[in-house]
C-alpha cells in the first residue's frame, strides 16, 4: 500500500476551508507525485499538534477538500531551544534538519566573533528562506506537526531577549561531565542548549554566557566534535533524559 504524502500548509486549515496550495506544494503533487482527483493526503499547517485528511477535488486549479481531523501526540513534553553559532551553510542545513527529526523546538543562528565569514553573509534572505524550507521538509518527513521555529541573532544582547526560561547549558571543552550533572538539576520541561563554531568561543563570549546569561558548561567526551556533530549529540543527550527518548515517557 503506497505511503499517503504529508504536506505542509502556509494557510490555517479549519473545518470546511478549502484548500488552495501554492504554487510549490502544487507542482510537489501534481507533477512530482502525479497525484490526480480522488487522492488523499494529509496536511498540515504548523501551529497545532494535529494534522487533515484531505482529498484532491480538482487539479485546475489544485484545489483539495478537508474530510477528517486528527490530533497528533508527536511532539516532545521537552521544550528544546538549540543556539548555533553561524557555521558553513552546509553545516547549517544538515543541523537544522536533523534537529527537526530529534523533536527541538526552535534553532537560534547567533553570530559569534569566529562564525564563518562573519556570519551575516551566509544569512541573506534567499538563505533563511532555503533553512525554513529545509526545516517544513524535514517535518513532513518525520511526522511533526510543528515546525520548528527559526531565529537570528546578530549580537548577544539581541541573543539574551529570545532566551526562554529554564535549563542552560554551553557546551565547552572542559565542562562538566554531562550525565552526573544532569542528574543532579532533576527535571525540566524547558531547555536551551549553546553551541559554538568550529573555531569556538571567544573566551569573552563564554565568559557572557556563562556569567550573564546562566549558561552551565558541560562536555561531551574526550573527542574534539564538529558543530553539527555535537549539537545533534546534545539534543539527542537531553531527549534520553528529560525527553520523549526516555523510557518512562515512550511507554
Known sequence: MPTIPRVHISTALADGVTVLPDEAVERYLLKT????VGAVVYLFDGTISAEWK???ETVQPLRLRLVE???KNVESALHISVALCICKAEAMEYSLQKLTELGANRLILLNCTHSTSHGQSNLNENRLRRLHRIAVEASEQCGRVIVPELNVATSWQQ???LLHPGLRIVLKERGADVQPLCKDLGP?????????PEGGFASQELDTAIHTYQFIPVHLGPRIL???TAVLSAVSLCQ???GDFSGDRMA
Do not use: P, Q
Not at 507525485?33 to 490526480?36: E, I, Q, T
Not at 525540566?188 to 559554538?196: A, K
Open 226 to 228: 564538529r558543530c553539527e
Open 54 to 56: 484531505a482529498v484532491i
Open 33 to 36: 507525485l502525479r497525484l490526480s
Open 159 to 161: 541573543f539574551s531577549r
Open 240 to 242: 534520553a533524559i528529560w
Open 188 to 196: 525540566t520541561s524547558f531547555i536551551t542548549v549553546l553551541v559554538g
Open 69 to 71: 481531523f486528527t490530533e
